[in-house]
């Protein structure tokens, strides 16, 4: 079993930065790769990034890329995301997930934190 808890949650004005963390226990953690998942109001929950636990591999969905970065830390088992240039349409509630490989995190992650809420002003 894995537990994922997110932090960061805040208010932004567009162009600004934050960064979200995700810290991760469970006897299996560490063979897990890790990610990001959003859900605005009135709107399915969509893929962010994702990441293997080399920090090598990483997808990112198209409407983040060159502006989010997904990493992680093995020792503190902690992934993070850091959101620069942040747009309105960014406001969402954010989740961290993990599962076996980059690709199960971006198509069935079966693990899953609570979410914590980003909300950028115009």
């Known amino acids: 079993q894995v537990q994922l808890v997110e932090s960061g949650r805040g208010l932004v004005q567009a162009g600004g930065s934050l960064r979200l963390s995700c810290a991760a226990s469970g006897r299996t953690f560490s063979s897990y790769a890790m990610g990001w998942f959003r859900q605005a109001p009135g709107k399915e929950r969509e893929f962010v990034a994702a990441?293997?636990?080399?920090?090598?591999?990483?997808y990112y969905a198209d409407s983040v890329k060159g502006r989010f970065t997904i990493s992680i830390d093995n020792a503190k088992n902690t992934v993070y995301l850091q959101m620069n240039s942040l747009k309105p349409e960014d406001t969402a509630v954010y989740y961290c997930?993990?599962?076996?490989?980059?690709?199960?995190?971006?198509?069935?992650?079966?693990?899953w934190g609570q979410g914590t809420q980003v909300t950028v002003s115009s």
């Open positions: 997930a993990a599962g076996g490989t980059p690709t199960v995190v971006k198509i069935k992650a079966p693990y």
């Open positions: 990441i293997d636990r080399t920090g090598i591999v990483t």
